[in-house]
């Protein structure tokens, strides 16, 4: 807790009827802050007691908390999902958020049993997620749409959409964690 959170976030964390829940909801908005701050930004800190926290309302059990995420280059709006078994984050550096034009959505991978899946099994399984949604969102073909990351000596670029071999100002995330799988766009 204290390299994650900030002190503000340690008071309301311990006061709260739901800690665990709030912890990873923290967590979540803070990596969601970090990822959409750093497209503009490639070079700010991803230390996490950077990113304060800012809740619209209420800590409880809500199944839906949006808020505001303050980083070292600005803010950052959010909307935390709370799910059973998972928490699931998305957010956007534009003014007041832009919650309408963003297409999200996630799922669970079950590989197959006994199967030895090569190690960016997730990551494929997330963009195959991404590509088959952003073909039904603009009416292409799935095989029509690539999502690439360019390599440079400094690592590598976030993700980027291209369709027909034409890079499109489609700004996109994807994030895999254990059995996880999640994508974030919004359209141009």
């Given amino acids: 807790m204290q390299r994650v959170l900030t002190a503000g976030e340690r008071q309301t964390l311990l ?12 967590w979540a908005a803070k990596e969601t802050a970090f990822k ?8 700010i800190s ?15 059990k809500s199944s839906i908390l949006s808020g505001t995420v303050k980083t ?5 709006w959010i909307k935390n999902f709370l799910h059973e078994d998972h928490i699931h984050c998305i957010g956007t ?19 197959d049993e006994g199967v030895d899946y090569p190690h960016d099994f997730p990551s494929t399984a997330v963009r195959t997620l991404a590509k088959e949604r952003i073909a039904s969102y603009t009416g292409r073909e799935k095989n ?3 999502i690439l990351r360019k ?5 590598l670029w976030p993700p980027m959409v291209w369709v027909k071999g034409k890079k499109t100002d489609m700004d996109i995330s994807l994030s895999h964690d254990g059995r996880y799988v999640a994508f974030a766009f919004i359209a141009a």
């Avoid at 070292?72 to 950052?76: C, K, N, S, Y």
């Fill in 72 to 76: 070292p280059a600005g803010f950052v």
């Fill in 46 to 60: 991803s230390a996490p007691r950077r990113y304060r926290v800012i809740w619209d309302c209420g800590y409880g």
């Fill in 36 to 43: 959409a701050a750093s497209k503009l930004y490639p070079d």
């Fill in 144 to 146: 029509e749409i690539e």
């Fill in 151 to 155: 390599k440079t000596a400094r690592g």
């Fill in 93 to 111: 550096t534009a003014c007041g958020g832009a919650f309408d034009r963003i297409v999200f959505g996630m799922k669970k991978i079950t590989p």
């Fill in 15 to 26: 006061c709260s009827d739901h800690p665990d829940d709030l912890l990873w909801r923290f």
